[in-house]
């Protein structure tokens, strides 16, 4: 806590990028380490990590999956089995070369990913239909080598979760690539209180081996996209590298359809990006590791403490995750130390409230202060408390992601869009790469998603032909 | 399943090694990858470690732990700080020497244990004895180059935790030390029905860079110690290497006194090696992944799949783990692959005992077989059932530990005991290393920990000098 008090935070409209570094040091979310691009995750910012990584991990169980740990290292000649993979990610690698005290025959990657690995093994242990479907997800971490990183959004190791899964039909396989899809969107929305864009990722931009990656966008305050989530169907490119075949229903060897999907601690970028605001966090409630904190006001006066003591009991045995902070700071220290962390509420207690059988609640997002009575409703107060606060930080950010959702039909309306309003920028598109290249040189958008709205005779904004697809472009993270 | 069917396992007595690897195989906890000595948790595997983990991680966080995660890469220069740890380690380490297409400047390590990155950051956020003590503890998987290599008990990729705590005062940090290893003695016993010898390990078998380290070990089916954990006391020797200080309430600057604590999967190990038997696994009630496993007998008659189901449904809404192997197998087979799992209890129910109202419950660990009643009392019988399995399994393993704990007064009886009886030899030794490596020499057992015994003028086995301890000795994996 000390290493709080008298620094402040960038202001988010001087300097987004300044503010943003600025609340994952002071929020205590992160350090650097001694290695670039490899950070630490402190305790707070580790637990918002594991209650995400609970929730996801609930309803992959319930969905059917499976949890698995594969090696963090993959045999160079493994990586290179798919074509487009290895080309996608060699360039990343991070590569051992000594193990024990000698070099090692053929060089070791650290994952990047555990596609191969997981293609391996299921090439091993399926053998018939009766086998499939097999749906395993690994939670880990991997390593890819960045030249420029920013914590949580980018770096050279980050945590996530990695689902593959292999079906006896493709029907099954693509059924399961936007269920997971779904499973994510509707998590940031129920979890973290973000709303999501969602769709078709380009060739261009699509996973290094998928025949099609979904892919879940949020809007960061500053109007610039965050990807946040892919769910990749395979086809049956994988499984024909690596020889995933299986013995269908009418007895005849086929290759399995396959998906992979994952999201990692980008989360927690997103949360900071989208909620935060000029006095730090603002944590969703349901994420939040701590969702109430009490104040004590007058700390030494009898019984302020005991009371304080009292009131944590009855909300932890309600299970709320709640904290009292009897430091020897000053109130307003800790008021301000509870709103850089974006605890969701406030509750101050002293003599005076004590005496009126009452206590003030602060919300963090908004910051209402309101009075309430220290009685048998105050568990049920609170609960719904949170779940306002939750409400209102999905409205406020789906209020901010509506209003920078501009469609546009020529490069004019585009560039202006970008340069002033920002946010998505929706514009019919021919379907070449080419003209995706173009743009993004001419405005440094990227294709984002394709949107599901169908074309009526529009025409592409950069090369004037026939539009195939509205698309949804944005500057991006 | 289908790799199970007409594959039989080694027997116990013939090829215990091999009994061993077999189990591993045939209960499907894990199977080999192309990497020598990394393994790939199989989903089975895996949901064992996933039980030990959240036990753990609860009794963690109860005792005021919290989670961090640090990076999986160290520069050796860091590694090199603290003399006997990069002694210890060195040669173990897998070696990242490139990173996407560059050689790095200075070589990175992948984690050994991350002793040294805790020191680092320690160093950097702590001041004041208001911000002492720190506990934390990581999950994660770390690497150590091995020659020889064994599922579970010896890889050069393992998971694990890695507790690492700095304290105000030697007293406190003591406590700690003594507190973590108490933890892991009691989860062992209460979880995995493991008992544990616990004791101080000597000089030359104590963790690299630690002034004590405590272990916890379990003797195995085949006479052989296992080293299941350990807790180190570190005084302020990493604390000088890393310049972690505090300033003291007395307001001076003072070095802080440091613990680390860890357990691996190789506690998996022990539960196959200590409970196992010739038809396969037999798992702990409260570790098992599956504990109840429902067979239909005659499942095509009308009326048995639904009532297997009913009574899933029931004992799943009483918080067992269960499921119906409603597979086309025949009984038979479901019967020997559910005991190769090692799933504590088998419901077997037909059309006779539906019209009877009962159902058969048979218990793994000695293959009783008796009818129950389908009534408001089946899911207490069955909770009754599972704590009874679990003190057998204690007791019968606590039993063997007894039986094969002998006191030795010569060299003799030493070599006497470990060639036939095997288990662990209680010996005086005179305190020399000297005497430790001669005996290691002479009978291939090692010093598993110092007891506590007093001395009474007994003779050091090995020099014939006064004894200063008497010691555990044992053949150990």
């Given at each position: 806590m000390s290493t709080l008090k008298n620094e402040a935070i960038c202001s988010m409209d001087t300097d987004f990028a300044q503010w943003y570094t600025d609340v994952c040091r002071k929020a205590e979310l992160m350090d650097y380490s001694s290695v670039k691009g490899f950070i630490i995750y402190r305790p707070y910012g580790y637990a918002i990590w594991e209650n995400i990584r609970e929730c996801l991990d609930k309803k992959f169980k319930e969905t059917g999956h499976e949890n698995v740990y594969m090696p963090m290292l993959i045999p160079t000649s493994l990586l290179q089995k798919e074509a487009d993979h290895v080309e996608g990610f060699a360039p990343e690698c991070a590569v051992v070369t000594k193990g024990g005290l000698d070099d090692l025959e053929e060089p070791l990657v650290i994952r990047p990913t555990s596609e191969t690995l997981f293609c391996e093994h299921y090439a091993k242990v399926v053998n018939s239909y009766r086998d499939l479907p097999k749906k395993y997800n690994q939670w880990c971490s991997v390593v890819r080598w960045e030249k420029t990183t920013r914590p949580f959004l980018r770096g050279s190791e980050f945590l996530w979760?990695?689902?593959?899964?292999?079906?006896?039909?493709?029907?099954e396989a693509r059924e399961e690539t936007l269920r997971m899809l779904?499973?994510?969107k509707t998590t940031c929305k129920d979890l973290l209180a973000l709303p999501m864009v969602t769709g078709l990722k380009t060739e261009k931009e699509k996973f290094a081996g998928a025949e099609a990656t979904y892919t879940i966008e949020a809007l960061m305050h500053d109007g610039k996209a965050l990807q946040s989530g892919t769910s990749h169907y395979f086809g049956q490119g994988f499984a024909k590298a690596f020889d995933m075949k299986f013995l269908n229903k009418e007895n005849k060897q086929e290759y399995v359809y396959q998906t992979s999907w994952g999201v990692s601690t980008r989360l927690i970028g997103a949360v900071i990006m989208v909620h935060g605001d000029d006095n730090g966090l603002v944590l969703p409630p349901r994420v939040a590791p701590t969702q109430v904190v009490i104040v004590p006001i007058r700390q030494n006066v009898d019984g302020v403490l005991d009371k304080a003591y009292e009131i944590e009991k009855t909300l932890k045995e309600a299970g709320l995750r709640v904290k009292v902070d009897a430091s020897d700071k000053s109130p307003g220290w800790k008021f301000s130390e509870a709103e850089m962390r974006g605890i969701p509420l406030r509750?101050?207690?002293?003599?005076?409230?004590?005496?009126?059988?009452?206590?003030?609640?602060a919300k963090r997002n908004d910051g209402v202060k309101e009075k309430y009575n220290l009685d048998d409703n105050l568990v049920a107060n609170i609960n719904t408390l949170l779940d306002k606060m939750h409400n209102e930080m999905y409205d406020k950010a789906l209020k901010h992601l509506n209003e920078h959702m501009t469609r546009v039909n020529t490069m004019e309306e585009f560039v202006d869009v970008l340069e002033n309003k920002t946010g998505f920028v929706r514009a019919p598109w021919c379907g070449d790469t080419e003209c995706e290249l173009k743009i993004k040189e001419q405005t440094t958008a990227t294709s984002r998603c394709i949107t599901d709205q169908?074309?009526?005779?529009?025409?592409?904004i950069c090369c004037g032909k026939e539009a195939k697809k509205i698309v949804n472009f944005a500057k991006s993270y």
């Open positions: 979760q990695e689902g593959h899964t292999i079906h006896a039909s493709e029907e779904d499973i994510y509750i101050e207690i002293g003599p005076k409230d004590i005496e009126e059988g009452k206590c003030v609640i169908e074309v009526h005779g529009e025409k592409c």
